[in-house]
């Protein structure tokens, strides 16, 4: 009798011990962080680099960088970002880790960079989501919400500029650069300087110590290599067919009217707070948050942007 009195004592403190560990166990784990995996796929004949994060079966937000960046300046908001939502960034022909074939085997337009980027949200099964648009990121995404309005559920603007308003002083010279680029060569050297991409970062930021140099001496480097500057050269020559397209991509918000969300870094000198502020004009109810922050806000505003993002999301967008 002892014995099995000692053998029920100890089966039950054995239960008591291990049920704290055993409901551990079974409890969900609620993460703070999410891994990201990257990914390199062939797209009509080019590489195309993209990183991804989150839950395959959650609402999908694309994030399209801005220039001279790639996905990689997303790293510290995907995480964030990746708790709730299924996140894809692609890196552009010629940025980041995506192929760079010569100007006279792919064409260097935003028309052609949309054409790209749309077939690889296509190849990856990816027809509705939520666009984030910073930069050059902006023409590339209004290209594709005009081709396919029904995917776009809801629409995030950070420094992506759609209004002439929103232009800083310095797109008056890039102007006579557009108007004769063989005249203006100082114009290029100048876009592509190292002083120039690390302003991009630190220009009208009152936080410079939470900029990564890093950031503008790998840009740096990576507008040094053979060929960029032809490809930079002809993109900016470009980027005069997104002013032109402004009045349409105004048309296109006023009959659409998605959702949208507009955080602003306000002391960015390039795309100018204006710019955040011409959005109310045809979305009236857009929800516009103009941030102590330059053109790389999310830099220094990664938690500000993540958390309205998510409450954004939360509320309006699923």
Partial sequence: MKTKRLWRFLLAA?????????????????????????????VDGTGVFYREAGPA??????????????????????PLLATRYHIIAPDFPSFGQSDTPSPTAYS????????????????????????????????VGYRIMLAHPERLQSLIIQNGNAYTEGLGPKWSKIAQYWADPKAHPEVIDAFLSL??????????????????????????????????????????????????????????????????????????PSFIAAGAKAYRRDLPNAEIHLLDAGHF????????????????????AG
């Avoid at 079966?57 to 995907?78: C, K, N, Q, W, Y």
């Avoid at 028309?111 to 902006?138: C, P, V, W």
């Fill in 14 to 42: 054995t239960i008591a011990l291990t049920a704290p560990s055993m409901a551990s166990a079974a409890a969900p784990v609620l993460s703070t962080t999410s891994t990201t995996t990257f990914h390199k796929v062939q």
């Fill in 57 to 78: 079966g959650a609402p999908t937000i694309v994030l399209l960088h801005g220039f001279p960046s790639s996905s990689r300046e997303f790293d510290t908001l995907i």
């Fill in 108 to 139: 260097y337009t935003f028309d052609h960079l949309a054409q790209t980027t749309n077939a690889l949200l296509e190849q990856l099964k990816i027809d509705r989501y939520t666009l984030y648009l910073h930069d050059y990121g902006a023409p």
């Fill in 195 to 268: 002083e120039a991409t690390k302003q991009r970062h630190t220009a009208g930021t009152s936080h410079p110590e939470r900029y990564d140099p890093d950031g503008w001496t790998d840009e740096f480097a990576h507008l040094s290599m053979p060929g960029q500057r032809e490809i930079q050269a002809a993109s900016l020559y470009d980027y005069r067919t997104n002013t032109v397209a402004y009045p349409l991509w105004q048309a296109w918000l006023r009959t659409h009217k998605p959702p949208t969300l507009v955080v602003w870094g306000a002391n960015d």
């Fill in 297 to 316: 806000a999310m830099d220094e505003k990664t938690d500000e942007i993540a958390d309205l993002i998510l409450d954004f999301m939360g509320r309006r």
